[in-house]
């Protein structure tokens, strides 16, 4: 693949993956394809599931303004707060040069920054890991689990993540889901989601207090060793942190587009 082809692909892989699980939450939630813009919009207390992206490539400087006013409106217009997910190599080069200035004056924030990464490397091995064991998310409880780290890991407050995941017969049933277990405590955890035949990484996360030890590398190894398994996919994409940036590249995925995060400005 291209440089550009595999951007399109990180971008389209969120804006497929994003409408199963934001439909999960809400069967109601905005899932509309603007010109120029996907929404996938649950106005839910979990930001991730509010979600914007740009989706044309080789975008201009006028054209990114106008994107960029239109998303801000759309923000404007919901209960709760998320995000904008803007990637990077979708822009032409005088459209990157301006991005800062334009955002500004839409009435953006710039959060924080992200990786599209992929790669055609599976099956992989059954990991092991000398202080973990794994458990797949079938109960309520374990699901519970798996949104209190990604609340920890992310700085929300636990309720948040609880709506975006208490409740979901996708997430027990669907989404190969993994806990790690330390010493029967969940201490990270990582899932994959099938979307239009890749395995898509999502919501991978380790309490800030066991970080730095190998554990989200591992819990990701198994949700993708089992995911593979289950399903023959031997292509895998995701969206790294950029805690995660660094880790992903060991188990086989290779970046692609930068990703910028973009909030509303506060008032």
Not at 149 to 173: M, T
Request: proline share 6%; hydrophobic share 40%.
């Amino acid at each position: 693949m291209t440089a550009r082809t595999e951007s399109m692909e990180s971008m389209e892989q969120l804006a497929a993956g994003w409408r199963t699980l934001v439909l999960d939450r809400d069967a109601d939630a905005d899932v509309r394809d603007l010109p120029g813009i996907a929404v996938r919009w649950a106005d839910c207390r979990f930001a991730f599931w509010n979600c914007l992206t740009l989706t044309e490539a080789d975008t201009g400087p006028e054209l990114l303004e106008e994107r960029l006013r239109q998303a801000a409106d759309l923000m404007r217009a919901k209960e709760h707060p998320g995000f904008l997910w803007l990637f990077e190599d979708l822009l032409a080069d005088e459209a990157r040069d301006g991005l800062a200035a334009a955002a500004d004056t839409a009435g953006l924030a710039y959060a924080f920054p992200g990786t599209g990464m992929a790669g055609d490397f599976l099956p992989i091995p059954d990991p092991v890991h000398p202080d973990l064991s794994f458990e797949r998310v079938t109960t309520d409880e374990q699901l519970r689990a798996y949104a209190d780290l990604n609340s920890r890991a992310y700085g929300f407050p636990l309720e948040d993540g609880r709506d975006g995941l208490l409740g979901s017969p996708l997430w027990k049933q669907e989404v190969h889901a993994y806990l790690g277990v330390r010493d029967g405590v969940p201490v990270t955890c990582a899932a994959t989601v099938e979307t239009d035949g890749r395995l898509f990484v999502v919501l991978v996360a380790t309490d800030p207090e066991w970080e730095r030890r190998g554990y989200g590398e591992a819990v990701t190894r198994k949700a993708l060793h089992e995911s593979a398994r289950a399903t023959g996919l031997t292509r895998a994409t995701l969206h790294a942190t950029a805690a995660g940036a660094p880790v992903y590249p060991r188990i086989g995925f290779k970046p692609n587009s930068p990703v910028h995060f973009y909030a509303l400005k506060s008032d």
